[in-house]
T-cell receptor
Framework: GAVVSQHPSRVICKSGTSVKIECRSL??????MFWYRQFPKQSLMLMAT?????????EQGVEKDKFLINHASLTLSTLTVTSAHPEDSSFYIC????????????FGSGTQLSVL | AQSVTQLDSQVPVFEEAPVELRCNYS??????LFWYVQYPNQGLQLLLK??????LVKGINGFEAEFNKSQTSFHLRKPSVHISDTAEYFC???????????FGQGTRLTINP
């Protein structure tokens, strides 16, 4: 069945490096994907909406040059955290829209990013 | 713009007891309503959703929710909880099918034996 696969599940990196997170739709095509960020014991905050073949739409307050989103195919969107700093440490979750008779949003399992 | 308020940040209950997790929303347009569950270090799983029709919605794992338009509420209920229901629960709204979700702050449900 339709599933959203997110990798890696956990990443630890040094301050100043860049980290790429992948979000893949399996068994369905996703023209739209959403990237969320969740701080410990807090809710999910939408960062950006990723549309296949076009530029992502970022929410207010989200730095587009720091959080690079690429949605080059109908099954893959990537989020790259550039020059990561400790304050970027968070849980990142992607979701993809599955069209059909029972349209819904499917979520990936999330990526825990820890920046040292 | 839409907003969601989950009135309880934490709800402790005993196993086999009933539970209600409260959710209120604000919107100038009609919305779709959702409840998601998040187990530790995992993504979100859809419990149930209200799009239209009957205001009482049944979901997975024995959960149900009732949409109350006049009170702008969408409270989640389960008549008898199990230890495995321990998780974080999020209420969310969107303005259309497959549109971006606006989440509440979450309610941590803890089941005690």
């Amino acid at each position: 069945g339709a599933v959203v696969s997110q990798h890696p599940s956990r990443v630890i990196c040094k301050s100043g490096t860049s980290v790429k997170i992948e979000c893949r739709s399996l068994d369905f095509q996703a023209t739209t994907m959403f990237w969320y960020r969740q701080f410990p014991k807090q809710s999910l905050m939408l960062m950006a909406t990723s549309n296949e073949g076009s530029k992502a739409t970022y929410e207010q307050g989200v730095e587009k040059d720091k959080f690079l989103i690429n949605h080059a195919s109908l099954t893959l969107s990537t989020l790259t955290v550039t020059s990561a700093h400790p304050e970027d440490s968070s849980f990142y979750i992607c979701s993809a829209r599955e069209w059909g008779a029972n349209e819904k949003l499917l979520f990936g399992s999330g990526t825990q990013l820890s920046v040292l | 713009a839409q907003s969601v308020t989950q009135l309880d940040s934490q709800v402790p209950v005993f196993e086999e007891a009933p539970v209600e997790l409260r959710c209120n929303y604000s919107s100038s347009v009609s919305v779709y309503l959702f409840w998601y569950v998040q187990y530790p270090n995992q993504g979100l799983q859809l419990l149930l959703k209200y799009l239209s029709g009957s205001t009482l919605v049944k979901g997975i794992n024995g959960f149900e929710a009732e949409f109350n338009k006049s009170q702008t509420s969408f409270h989640l209920r389960k008549p008898s909880v199990h230890i495995s229901d321990t998780a974080e629960y999020f209420c969310a709204v969107s303005v259309g099918p497959g549109q971006k979700l606006v989440f509440g702050q979450g309610t941590r449900l803890t089941i005690n034996p």
